[in-house]
């Protein structure tokens, strides 16, 4: 034990993380559905903030330094795919890639849906991984409050052209991603197959529920 409390328990959650796979997969082979299905596995995010720093150091047994608190963020992603041999790949990539690997390993051409990631098994895939707040990974290079770090040694670097162009596709890309959630661009995003849905039917507030409750 760290004496954190958020770090020790979160630790503890593990076992019921183990125990939920598991009891998904048995029913999926109760199913017969095992076998016919693609099952992905991911960590939707770090869970430690840097409030908690001094209790990382003792687990980690290194200082959490900005670039140290970067490389935290990697989190699992786990496929299993029908007929094909299990190993492991060290490709960066982040949320925004798994929609366009999901569907090609589905057989299914992205090219008509809006999607800012890349295929994590294409050889053209982009392997910067974006920061909500502009910083950024690549497996060359950490920027972190427009400080640049070699990402393997964690040595801080001068900035160059290189990084400069990377910056400059992240904000680009960030710019894209806020037009779309923040102007609901989506709406005009016509598929045929597709239902659009009517937001008059959903609410979220509490005093919609507390409407229904009465």
Do not use: W
């Not at 008509?112 to 982009?126: A, C, E, M, Q, R």
Request: glycine share 8%.
């Amino acid at each position: 034990k760290t004496g954190d409390a958020t770090l020790d328990n979160y630790f503890k959650t593990a076992r019921c993380v183990d125990e939920a796979p598991e009891q998904f997969f048995k029913d999926l082979k109760s199913s017969g559905l095992y076998d016919n299905s693609v099952i992905m596995l991911y960590g939707d995010h770090y869970g430690i903030s840097e409030n908690h720093n001094r209790a990382m150091k003792e687990i980690l047994g290194k200082e959490i330094t900005p670039y140290q608190n970067a490389q935290n963020q990697r989190v699992p992603l786990m496929l299993r795919i029908p007929g094909k041999k299990g190993g492991v790949n060290h490709t960066y990539g982040g949320e925004m890639d798994v929609v366009p690997t999901i569907l090609h390993l589905e057989g299914i051409d992205s090219k008509k849906y809006i999607n800012f990631g890349t295929d994590l098994f294409s050889k053209d895939h982009d392997d910067t991984v974006t920061f909500r707040n502009g910083d950024y990974v690549t497996p060359k290079y950490t920027s972190i409050s427009n400080v640049v770090y070699d990402t393997k040694t964690g040595k801080e670097l001068k900035g160059n052209q290189e990084t400069k162009n990377l910056k400059a596709r992240v904000t680009e890309q960030l710019k894209l991603s806020d037009s779309v959630m923040y102007k609901d661009l989506l709406r005009f995003h016509k598929l045929s197959d597709f239902t659009p849905v009517d937001p008059s039917k959903y609410h979220y507030g509490k005093e919609k529920l507390n409407q229904d409750n009465k």
